[in-house]
């Protein structure tokens, strides 16, 4: 699986767009992006994937770049729940282990 | 639809003890993945059943075992407790060819 590369903190102003960035410049052509939070003391949640197009649903947004070497999962509008440890994760499939790196910890401030 | 449950939420165990934490998956789920997070770091897959057999094992020693059940809920049994056991312990389950895992709540073992 290729290695992903994030931020390891950001912060955000409840109600605004939460834009988190994950690199993964050697993705090969079969794998997916996947996007998956964790908040504290909680299970991992899954949130999207994406192969190379835009991907949407009730949660967030995921944009691939066109040359899938980079993405960046949008929360429309983050509120403090949204407060967590997201971690990008490029895989075959969505039954393949997860390999988790450190994430990207998000702060949602009012 | 019930999600993903784990039990126990919490347990203490000493050094050299076993233990077995249980999982149940999501109606439907046929395969179960267990995973380790140490305290202020990501989870790491320990194993994964489907349909009862073992397919995939990460890089962790014999003394972690698993089975999975008819029903596809799942063991973790760890034998000759270490120190450096203490971790949450995650359980997720998915479709074999599903697109994502859904984990529960997790058991955080402590070891003394």
């Known amino acids: 699986d290729a290695k992903t590369t994030q931020p390891p903190s950001m912060d955000c102003a409840e109600g605004r767009a939460a834009n988190l960035p994950c690199n993964h410049s050697?993705?090969?052509?079969?794998?997916?992006v996947y996007w998956y939070r964790q908040i504290h003391s909680q299970g991992p949640q899954y949130i999207i994937h994406?192969?190379?197009n835009n991907e949407t649903n009730e949660m967030a947004s995921l944009i691939i770049t066109e040359d899938r070497k980079s993405s960046t999962l949008i929360l429309p509008h983050a509120t403090l729940r949204d407060t967590a440890v997201y971690y990008c994760i490029a895989l075959n499939s969505g039954n393949t282990p997860l390999v988790f790196g450190k994430g990207t910890r998000l702060s949602v401030i009012a | 639809e019930t999600g993903v449950t784990q039990s126990p939420t919490h347990l203490i165990k000493t050094r050299g003890q076993q233990v077995t934490l249980r999982c149940s998956s999501q109606?439907?789920?046929?395969?179960v993945s267990w995973y380790q997070q140490a305290l202020g770091q990501g989870p790491q897959f320990i194993f994964q059943?489907?349909?009862?057999?073992?397919?995939g094992r990460g890089n962790f020693p014999p003394r972690f075992s698993g089975l999975q059940f008819p029903n596809y809920s799942s063991e973790l049994n760890v034998n000759a407790l270490e120190l450096d056991d203490s971790a949450l312990y995650l359980c997720?389950?998915?479709?074999?060819?599903?697109?994502?895992?859904?984990f529960g709540p997790g058991t955080r073992l402590t070891v003394t």
């Open positions: 997720a389950s998915s479709f074999f060819t599903g697109s994502e895992q859904y």
């Open positions: 109606s439907g789920h046929n395969t």
């Open positions: 994406g192969l190379k």
């Open positions: 050697t993705i090969s052509g079969n794998e997916y």
């Open positions: 059943y489907y349909r009862e057999e073992e397919n």
